[in-house]
């Protein structure tokens, strides 16, 4: 339903739930590839901030207002997807081969990729990293945008985050559907994090898993994480007998498509600010899936 049209938006109401995309190609005039130019150009809004992301879950009673403007800013990067975005915070999605922040001279780093898009899109802010995911894992990933923000989610990450998924490729048939993992990990001299049945002085870690598919040389797995330690998934990968495909650190030489076969795939979390419930996903990357089939 249309209800008015103003600041060069037409906005819309959503009458049932539905993936955003397939909502807009269903209600709003114009080709394919024009509403999903719009929508990855920053021009469509959901309830007043801007979304991105083609399976965005709409539901009804939400407000849309889709860009009449050609005029919208962009977002680009090869390695970097901006997924939600609004005054205190942004939802990015990162490809493998990028780290969360600098380390090092010159290092192509996420948050100097989001330091380079507030700045070009004329917004007074720095990207604050919150969490980190390693180099060579993919997925969602949250930034703060000021100082204050980082501080509510630094000292009440556990509270905020009620949610955190993660997919990966295990080598090996993991023969029970579901369990948990749960030990105490501890870093040695060379950063190499070991797991302990009794306490070692680590700290605890905590993770479910349930297996999504499996053939008898790999398992496609979701892990919950109920604690965030460092490489936890990881480390409780290999504990199990299944390590992760592709990693040089803990894992076996099984390494079937040539990446650590790791992607965080949800992220649900209480806005700082808001407090609204704030919920995102993505697909199971198309190179675990084609192990599979």
């Keep these: 339903m249309k209800y008015n049209n103003q600041n060069q938006y037409a906005h819309y109401v959503a009458d049932s739930d539905a993936p955003l995309l397939e909502w807009l190609l269903a209600n709003i005039k114009g080709s394919r590839s024009k509403i999903k130019a719009t929508l990855q150009g920053r021009g469509i809004k959901v309830n007043g901030k801007i979304v991105t992301k083609f399976d965005f879950p709409l539901r009804a009673g939400m407000k849309i207002s889709v860009s009449q403007s050609k005029r919208n800013d962009q977002f680009r990067s090869r390695y970097v997807q901006l997924v939600y975005e609004d005054r205190w915070l942004v939802v990015v999605e990162k490809n493998v ?71 990966a490729v295990v080598s090996g048939e993991i023969v029970e559907n579901e369990g948990t993992i749960a030990s ?69 030489g099984d390494d079937p498509i040539h990446r650590l076969c790791l992607h965080a795939c949800m992220l649900n979390f209480w806005h700082p600010v808001t407090r609204e419930r704030m919920e995102f996903s993505t697909m199971i990357p198309a190179q675990f899936r084609h192990i599979f089939k």
């Design 184 to 252: 105490w990990l501890k870093d040695n001299k060379a950063y190499v994090t070991y797991s302990s049945p009794v306490d070692n002085g680590g700290k605890y870690a905590i993770t479910h898993f349930h297996v999504l598919d499996r053939t008898t040389e790999h398992s496609l797995v979701e892990f919950q994480l109920e604690t965030g330690r460092k490489n936890q998934i990881r480390v409780h990968s290999a504990d199990m007998g299944h390590p992760v495909c592709g990693d040089t650190k803990y894992g076996n």
């Design 97 to 167: 081969g990028i780290l969360s922040m600098a380390a090092g001279h010159r290092s192509l780093n996420v948050k100097s990729v989001l330091d380079d898009y507030f700045r070009k899109s004329g917004q007074k802010c720095r990207a604050h990293v919150v969490h980190r995911l390693d180099r060579d894992t993919s997925g969602l990933m949250v930034y703060a945008k000021d100082m204050d923000t980082e501080q509510i989610f630094e000292h009440n990450w556990h509270d905020i985050v009620y949610d955190r998924r993660y997919v």
